[in-house]
């Protein structure tokens, strides 16, 4: 694959071999013209008025070989100039296209990552509300404060199973019971589909950091 700097180096010397040709072509006019005009004097005699209209003639000539070469050199500029960029138009109408596609394909990719990491997270969710006592810490977050009986009522449980889902609940650090009240009431402390203050997911792990914890369990 060619670089920039080897097509800059192939159009330089292209440029530098035309104008050498248009060079040579108006070098061998301007000798041709001066040979002419030796073999027209040779062996005459010349006024001054000859060789002054001579001269003012092979000035005219050399002006006309220079204005010339100079109109020469300049089309030929123009003409490779406008191919070159031509060319680079077009490069750059072929890398905005791809960039473009690119572009999209990259959107669409990411689109269908969120929506896969969507679809993950509700099947996550389900998942997870599936288990009995995340399902019974549903009803708990709910109404912040509740006592067994109204866990029973919601859940259409009977005290047995909600009491060890109780347990297991206070000891993964979601829920504090408060036996000071009568009857007893589960509080609320956290969910582990809740999010914490840096927007991270939180895992299913006990919660250390309460300031109920460690908290005793309460025998049935």
């Given at each position: 694959m060619t670089t920039t700097d080897d097509n800059a180096a192939?159009?330089?010397?292209?440029?530098?071999?035309?104008?050498?040709?248009?060079?040579?072509?108006?070098?061998?006019?301007?000798?041709?013209?001066?040979?002419?005009?030796?073999?027209?004097?040779?062996?005459?005699?010349?006024?001054?008025?000859?060789?002054?209209?001579?001269?003012?003639?092979?000035?005219?000539?050399?002006?006309?070989?220079?204005?010339?070469?100079?109109?020469?050199?300049?089309?030929?500029?123009?003409?490779?100039?406008?191919?070159?960029?031509?060319?680079?138009?077009?490069?750059?109408?072929?890398l905005v296209e791809e960039i473009v596609d690119l572009r999209n394909e990259i959107g669409s990719l990411t689109s269908g990552d969120e929506n896969a990491l969507r679809r993950e997270n509700i099947a996550l969710k389900d998942a997870v509300f599936s288990v009995p006592e995340f399902k019974l810490l549903q009803v708990i977050q709910k109404y912040r404060r509740v006592t067994y009986d109204q866990l029973c009522d919601e859940t259409n449980q009977k005290k047995s199973p909600v009491r060890k889902l109780v347990k297991e609940l206070m000891k993964r650090g979601y829920i504090h019971i408060d036996k000071k009240s009568r009857p007893h009431a589960i509080v609320y402390l956290t969910a582990p589909w809740t999010r914490n203050t840096s927007n991270d997911p939180e895992i299913l792990e006990p919660h250390t950091s309460s300031p109920y914890l460690p908290a005793q369990v309460e025998h049935q």
């Open positions: 192939r159009m330089t010397l292209r440029i530098a071999g035309v104008f050498q040709e248009i060079r040579d072509i108006w070098t061998k006019r301007i000798d041709a013209y001066y040979t002419q005009i030796g073999s027209l004097i040779e062996g005459q005699q010349l006024e001054t008025e000859d060789f002054l209209g001579i001269i003012r003639e092979s000035r005219l000539a050399s002006r006309e070989a220079l204005d010339g070469l100079g109109n020469d050199l300049s089309a030929e500029l123009v003409h490779t100039s406008n191919g070159v960029v031509a060319r680079y138009e077009a490069m750059r109408s072929s």
